[in-house]
């Protein structure tokens, strides 16, 4: 297998962020293999950066890309997409949730061959009324989409390079990724991955702005992309890896 890129959108994660890189680079270093760990820092106000570049100065593996404000998750994953190299390209969240562990599972099914792989977080460590907006968010969007997935908030998914450079297409236009990606997937699968309480602060979801996020869904989602929309953020610095 080829070069595997890990896609880390973080936002104020001082708590998490070291335990998370510890995590990653040993399981990715054990599966050897190259890899590249791309974290995002939208805009954190905390010592987030400052730790996350620290790392870097010991691991040539890590890439680092700064915003310069807070633009949401979404378009710093978009971010990552746009400068990730490798054959497979894997995303995962900050907020130790999501056990690197299971990415094994994520890269039995790409070698398989299918673009897409979704975790499916089968017992889900999220507040009772959480599960029930994603569950109300999963109709919505299989409701629009006429494709059904177990888990379409989860944020530990794989997808083969080639999908990421149509989702890169559309820049800012898919903001909506999942679902996106799906639609453009030749193939796609699930499966299921831990899920565990977040570590150190605060979700950054909350009712209103899922909410919200559904109601901008069923307004805006659409697949065919006519003119690329730049994202709204800029990049205040980039630290490239060294491989």
């Known amino acids: 297998m080829g070069l595997i890129s890990l896609v880390v959108p973080v936002y104020n994660e001082e708590g998490n962020i070291a335990e998370v890189y510890r995590r990653l680079s040993a399981v990715l270093a054990s599966l ?15 010592m987030t950066y400052g730790i996350i570049k620290g790392l870097r100065e010991k691991d040539r593996h890590l890439k680092l890309i700064k915003f310069s404000k807070n633009c949401g998750q979404v378009f710093a994953l ?32 790409i070698n398989a061959g299918f673009d897409l792989v979704n975790g499916w977080r089968g017992c889900r460590k999220d507040s009772r009324s959480r599960k029930l907006i994603s569950g109300l968010e999963r109709w919505l969007i299989a409701f629009k989409t006429g494709v ?34 799906v639609k453009l997937a030749g193939s796609f699968t699930e499966v299921k991955v831990g899920h565990y309480p977040r570590g150190c602060g605060r979700s950054k ?4 702005k899922i909410a919200e996020t559904g109601l901008d869904f069923l307004i805006h989602f659409k697949v065919n992309q006519q ?11 980039i630290v490239e890896s060294a491989l």
Not at 79 to 100: H, K, S, Y
Not at 227 to 237: A, F, G, M, T
């Open 148 to 181: 059904w997935l177990h888990d379409y908030g989860s944020g530990f998914f794989a997808l083969k390079q080639d999908l990421v450079k149509k989702i890169n297409v559309y820049g800012a236009g898919a903001r909506f990724i999942k679902p996106l990606a």
């Open 78 to 109: 978009l971010a990552g997409f746009e400068f990730a190299r490798g054959e497979t390209v894997i995303t995962m969240d900050a907020d130790l949730q999501n056990d690197p562990a299971d990415i094994p599972k994520l890269l039995e099914k």
């Open 205 to 208: 979801y909350n009712f209103l």
């Open 227 to 237: 003119v690329r929309q730049p994202l709204p953020c800029n990049i205040e610095e």
């Open 32 to 46: 050897r293999i190259p890899y590249e760990i791309i974290f995002v820092d939208d805009g954190s106000r905390d």
